[in-house]
């Protein structure tokens, strides 16, 4: 199996969580979340780590789902179905699961479940450029197993205004949103993500993983109910004819029926 995930660690305890699938801007199939959850349930069991940094190679932080992945779910039963659909959620939750802080380097564009990733960051620094948007309604589909982490991060209010229209916008709005903490020239960035990791180094690696908890239960915790609740939602949404003609049409380079 390729290393599509790479987990890198220095003498300070700070370790490194790479996306390393450039070339296919990082989109993510069902091989690169099964490394991706545990690689992070890994990390979540290593008292020796103290900061986890999530980063990606190339350009692109994340195009979001595989595209050829998700349109092989077609020919799947529904719990086969269910079961790959899954994978995004429970990956997405390894991560949030982290005892330690986990700094977002977020180098480039962010689409689907790349700002589903975004999400679950404690502190997620963008660049000056980049580009964000929950893109599924315009293949038809819908922001499902992201979703619960999306809402917790932007709150529902601001996802009004992006959960549903699929449009890109900026890293500067994506600020105003909730999901990056700022945006930084692209030559500052690895600057900007030292100045998070520092000032953990001096804090007593328990307190910090007890605050994060505590932190969570305060602010209402991404339940159960909800991720199978989105698993739901998508099982049914792939049923739809507008799914089939979405992707379809992605793959045909063309329009879709309802696109004006």
């Known amino acids: 199996m390729a290393e599509l995930v790479q987990v890198v660690r220095d003498a300070r305890g700070v370790a490194w969580l790479r996306l390393e699938r450039p070339e296919k801007h990082n989109a993510l199939s069902a091989e690169m979340l099964e490394q991706l959850e545990v690689a992070a349930r890994g990390l979540g069991a290593d008292p020796s780590v103290r900061v986890v940094v999530l980063a990606a190679s190339g350009a692109t932080f994340c195009a979001g789902g595989d595209l050829a992945w998700m349109r092989a779910q077609f020919d799947m039963d529904d719990d086969t179905r269910r079961r790959e659909s899954r994978r995004i959620a429970t990956a997405l939750g390894a991560l949030s699961d982290l005892t330690q802080p986990l700094i ?136 739809s004819d507008e799914a089939r003609e979405g992707l379809a049409a992605f793959f045909d380079k063309r329009a879709p029926g309802w696109s004006l």
């Open 104 to 239: 977002g380097r977020i180098q480039g564009n962010a689409f689907g479940g790349g700002v589903g990733l975004a999400s679950v960051c404690d502190v997620a620094i963008g660049v000056v450029g980049g580009k964000m948007g929950l893109t599924e309604t315009r293949l038809g589909l819908i922001p499902a197993n992201i979703g619960p982490y999306v809402i917790a991060r932007m709150g529902a209010a601001r996802a009004r205004e992006v959960f549903m229209s699929s449009r890109v916008f900026g890293a500067e709005e994506a600020v105003r949103l909730g999901l990056l903490s700022r945006v930084v020239a692209a030559e500052a960035l690895d600057d900007a993500v030292e100045a998070e990791v520092v000032p953990y180094l001096s804090c007593a690696p328990g307190a910090v993983g007890e605050a994060k908890a505590l932190l969570r239960a305060l602010s209402g915790q991404v339940s159960d109910a909800q991720i199978d609740l989105a698993i739901d939602a998508l099982a049914k949404r792939w049923e």
